[in-house]
Every structure is written in structure tokens, then in C-alpha cells.
């Protein structure tokens, strides 16, 4: 049996505690067990600590099966555990389809996570204004920030969760929510997107000029409201530690 | 060669960040897992900072796979590679073992057949390490608790052979010793015996479990308990036969107050002592 025939078998027996091509190539398989024990309790540990909130949400025997279900299913493919719990937003939106708030508690949590290690910035601060040249210098997010959208209240279920505090009931809105997930210095936060911020984040994963941003808005605000909306939303994204000037 | 001063360290856990950044921890180096700080920014990476100015850091991976079939991931090795660059470790060490192949990632260190072609597997993938990260590697033998119908060698016959081979250096983790041996029913001494300890930077101290599996006792390595008297005798003679090696004590789990773990440590540092002395030559 060569090394590759060997892994694979071996892999079979960790993911699908299939045995029967791993034993032969053992002189003593006895042992075998403390390694598919050692598999599938690092990757349910490895969900339950990235998942906190929706474990509490779900209860023990709610998360755990999902957990177990999502581990016989996917198989790690990242060197770092860190990136393991992705894949489990999925999971959970197929496993509660007609209950967003499970999946999208899930996806909250990822995303705080994602922000805790996305790569550092140094965001730009009013002092920084005076200096600035509009000409020039463009405006992206912060490395670590994503929109996100929402279908239920997962993100005032989240905060009761992590005041432990009783959550509120689950609620279906109308229209969905955004909500801007970001971190300032080591803080993770998030807070609602208003309407006009929804519009225009997503376009400054890149970076743009003021002007542009400006050009953005007046379609839908006119250019005279647009040009004082985006002086206003320049100002809490500066107060938030949201932004980045780039001198193109 | 460089490098001999500091010999007695912890590894660098969660709960004791906040004492280890707030000011003199009795240790002369810190070893921390090399994949938990692979990340491009945040909280961790500066806690790693802010440790490195304090004291030197040893660079622990776990997600190497240097015995992949498949050969090492130069991805993996590309942002090792930038984590190094940044910190200086005083060494970098992965283990004797394989955790992907063909995409699938364990999570856990899995065992190699000891045969000519894993040799020439994990030569390879230690040659490719030592090359993209431009030093020497430290390769650790790991704990195992199965043993393959076609095995050629002893793991130590395979480890000496490997240092001769890629010029790498070794971690040896007595704890390790101990549990595949009771595990495998070999003598550790025959193992210490073995090994070329001039290639010996590191030592691991730990401590293991033992577990009732298919009606055998076996012993698992779970780094959960105080390192156990056995494992001391070890130690005694390992760093007798590699005086300049680093030592630490590795604990992950049921992990207690950093005053625990430094009293552990200065057992460690009177039986290096006493060492000292016994090869003391009067004048
Ligand atoms: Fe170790």
C-alpha cells in the first residue's frame, strides 16, 4: 500500500469512521479510536467556541446535532482551524430554512470573528482632514468591515446574548436589514447601515474619490442633498474608525 | 553555532496573556503555536509583538504535514515564511507526522509508516521547508497510538537518519517518549539511547492521560496534566545529553495558574542543575 493509498484510507476512517481499508495496513489498530475521537472533538470544539450566541440560541442538543451533521458532511480543507466554522452558516440555513435567525445568528458570529484577525488599518481621523487633498486622496472601508444583510432581529439577539440578558422573540421583517460589521483598534462591533450607507459601502471595498461618492448619491438624493449626506456619513465613519484615505 | 543562552520557557496561552503582557514573567523564552498568529492582523498579532519584545519565541506549527504524500504546501510555507520575517523566532518546529493530503486537513498529527519511501517523503518535505523559510527546521516526534504492518525501522532509527539526511534539527518531546512507548511496548531508554543529541535544540515536557480503548489501557497525549514522574526521569536524561537545549512545558488543556506552571518549571531547572554540577570537574 503506498503513503498516498495509506492517507487516504486513513482520512476515510477519520471523516466516515470507515475502517476497512486502514486496518489491514495496521500491525496494531487498537489505537485507532483515539484518533477519530481526537478528529471530531477538535472540530465540534472548534464550532462551539466560534458559535457561542447560536449554541445558547439553539440550546445543547439542537447545536450539537447540527455540529455533528456539518462535521459528517465537511470535512476540513483550511490549515487553520479558524477557518473551519464558515461553512456552517450554510448548514444551519438548510437545516432551519423557515427560521433565519438561527443561520443568520451563525453568520453574525462569523463575521465578528473574520473582523478580530482581518489585516490592521490606520483609519483616517478628522485631524487628518486639513491635510487631506480631495483631488487626490481616496476613501476605502477599513480591511475588516462587511455589510451585511438581515432577514430577522438576529443582531438584537445576538447583543441580549452577550449581556445575558432574555432575548427577544424571533421576528421576520418586511425588508431586510443592513448592519456594518467592523473592528476599531482590537473592538469588534456592528451597528444598522442607514439607507444611503447601504448604497454606497459596498463600492468602497475599493477606493474612491470624495467626488465620486458624491456622484454616487445624487442619482438617488439629488447633488445638492448628496453632497452634504456624504459630508455627514464621512463624519461618523471617521467618528467609527471606519475609513482609510488612500493617495492615489 | 549561535543561539545556546536561555533553556527554560512556557508556551504562550490564552489565559495567561494578560500576565505575560503585563510584565516580567519568569521564563527565557516563550514557544507559541506558529498557526494561531498566521493570521494578517488584529489582537493576536500584536500580543505576539508585544511578547517578542520581551522575550525570545520559539515557533511551534502544527499544520506543517511534512510527511504528506503530496509534499508540503507552499502556500502554508509562504505565510510561515511572512510570520517568521516578522518575529525572529529562535527556532521553528513542526512535528514528525502528516495532517492533509489530497485536501482533506486533520487537525490532529497522524502517523507515518517508518519505511525507505516515507524517509524519502519527509526528507523532501523538510528539504522544501528548510529552503522557502531560508533556516534550519526542528522536526518533533510525535505521540502515537498505532503502528503500521510495514514498518522498516524504530522512530528513532527513522529521526537519526532524517538528521542526517536534511541537516534539521530535533524537538524532542520526552512526554512523547514515554506515552508511544507504553503505547507500543519500547524501552525509552532504548530510544534516548539513539538519538543523536547533538542535534537536539528543543525539549517538551508533558503530561498524558491514560485510557481504557477496545479493553487495553492505552496512554493519550493530552497535555491536560502536570508532567508525571516518569516523564522527569526523561527529562533528567535528556538534558544531561543535550545541556544547551531549550525546555518548556507544554499545557493546552485543564490549564492552571501561570505560579503553577512556573513552579513546574523550576523543577526543570533544578534538575538541569544538578546536572550542572555532577559534570562540574573539581580543580
Ligand atoms: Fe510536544
Redesign the pocket.
Known sequence: MSLAAQQAAFGAWLHRADDTAIAPALADARGLAVYQNNYRGSLMACLAEAFPHTHAWLGDEGFEAAAARHIDAHPPSSFTLDAYPKGFVATLRATWPADPEVAELAMLEWHLSEAFVAADDRPLSPNDLAELDWDRAQLRLVASARLLHFASNAPAIWSALAHEADPPAAVVAETPTAFIVWRADFICCFRPASGAEAAVLPGLAEPRLFAELCEDLAGEHGPDEAVGLAGEMLARWMADGLVVAVIG | MPLPAPRFGLGLRKPHYAEFLAGDVPVDFVEVISENFMVAGGRPRDILRQVRERHPVALHGVSLSVGSADGVDAEYLRRLRSLVDEIEPAFVSDHLCWTRFAGFQSHDLLPLPYTAATLAVVCAGVDATQNALGRQMLI?NPSSYVSFAADEMSEWEFLREMVARTGCGL?L?V??IYVSGQNHGFDPAAYLAAIPFEAVRQI?L?GHTSREIDGRGMLVDTHDQPVPDPVWRLFAEAIARAPHAWAMI?RDDNIPALDALLAELDVARALAQTIDADQQVPA
Do not use: I, M, Q, S
Open positions: 518533533e524537538l518531546d512526554n512523547n517538551h508533558a507544554e
